[in-house]
């Protein structure tokens, strides 16, 4: 499976982002896919998942009323809308795909990455 993310770029804070996941071989309609974060120094945080057919969601408090992740199955697409974001959500995003789909969110087992796309907020 191979998965690359667009859609970053800079904003001002308060402003808003749609990242996008393309996938491409495998079974994207049978993997929970899930959004990543990494800031500079910092560890990776997930800041979104969502089950193979979009019915099941996970945002960790921090993101909660702001990103919403959803799946187009017929495009092979992952996206994620930011809404009012941030300096704190600066970091370099990228998705993941998990084919086991046991758990939802920080208990998946991403085994596919792809490479991430930069987001910066500007105060």
């Known amino acids: 499976v191979q998965l690359q993310a667009f859609g970053g770029g800079v904003v001002q804070a308060g402003g808003s982002l749609r990242l996008t996941c393309a996938a491409s071989?495998?079974?994207?309609?049978?993997?929970?896919m899930a959004w990543f974060r990494q800031a500079p120094g910092k560890d990776r945080v997930l800041v979104g998942a969502?089950?193979?057919?979009?019915?099941?969601?996970w945002y960790p408090d921090s993101v909660k009323g702001r990103f919403r992740i959803s799946r187009d199955n017929a495009k092979n697409t992952v996206h994620l809308q930011m809404t009012s974001l941030k300096t704190e959500d600066t970091g370099d995003y990228c998705c993941?795909?998990?084919?086991?789909?046991?758990?939802?969110?920080?208990?998946?087992?991403?085994?596919?990455w792809g490479q991430g796309t930069q987001v910066t907020v500007s105060s």
């Open positions: 071989g495998g079974t994207f309609a049978s993997y929970a």
């Open positions: 993941a795909a998990d084919p086991t789909t046991v758990f939802v969110g920080p208990r998946g087992s991403y085994q596919y």
């Open positions: 969502i089950s193979p057919r979009g019915s099941t969601t």
